[in-house]
């Protein structure tokens, strides 16, 4: 490990270090305790992504709450703003909503009937709405905005995001299934990481939680070296 401009010997590696070994692959120990609920964990080497964690998979197929997600912008530095006006329209009415992310007190999210309305924006971040229903497995979901429109039966979302793409820098539209309840906001697992010989890995975590925060590890950089 390269610590204070030194090599030193070690068995583990923590955030920000820089270490070699002749490893052919290596432990990625997670452990996690935060403010909020964990949605889901990317696991990254630089801009690939390797892993792919999601809490609560079984909750989430039985779990009666939707969140629609906007997310984006249009492309980097000025006029990058995304103005959304949506208007969601269901099957059934809501038993209850949720806004993620609204940091402007202003701006609502207006139910009617069957219909869940907001406008909102974003500048490369996300906002959500939770939506509680009775069933959330049947009928179908319109969602319509000034950005795109398109409509998908609620039978066909899983434990996987459905995302669709809205052009521009990260621009979309994500639907996610959650459980009814909160999610945990701790979380302990192992991953293996296969290392190729000669090659730099960057290894580091990309945590999303279920209030819209995002947080990143600092990164441990890994090469396997044949001596």
């Known amino acids: 490990r390269l610590y204070s401009n030194e090599w030193a010997n070690t068995d583990k590696a923590l955030i920000g270090d820089i270490v070699t070994c002749q490893n052919a692959e290596i432990a990625l120990d997670i452990d996690i305790s935060a403010h909020a609920g964990i949605e889901r964990i990317e696991i990254k080497d630089g801009l690939s992504v390797l892993n792919h964690i999601q809490t609560e998979a079984e909750a989430r197929r039985s779990g009666n709450r939707i969140r629609v997600q906007c997310e984006g912008a249009e492309y980097r530095g000025r006029s990058r703003r995304v103005d959304w006006d949506v208007a969601l329209t269901l099957d059934q009415a809501p038993r209850s909503t949720q806004a993620v992310n609204f940091w402007n007190a202003d701006c609502k999210v207006v139910v009617e009937g069957n219909t869940v309305s907001w406008g909102y924006v974003t500048t490369g971040g996300a906002h959500a709405v939770d ?8 009928g179908t ?12 039966d609620l039978a066909e979302l899983g434990t996987k995001d459905m995302v669709h ?3 521009g820098l990260g621009k979309a539209v994500r639907l996610s299934r959650l459980p009814d309840e909160m999610l945990p906001s ?3 697992t192992q991953l293996s990481v296969p290392l190729s010989l000669d090659e730099e890995r960057c290894l580091f975590a990309r945590i999303v939680f279920e209030d819209g925060h995002i947080a990143w590890t600092s990164p441990i950089y890994i090469t396997r070296t044949s001596q």
């Open 131 to 138: 939506i509680w229903m009775e069933d959330a497995f049947a």
């Open 141 to 152: 979901l319109n969602f319509n905005s000034n950005v795109k429109d398109f409509a998908i």
């Open 165 to 167: 793409d809205c052009g």
């Open 186 to 188: 701790k979380l302990q």
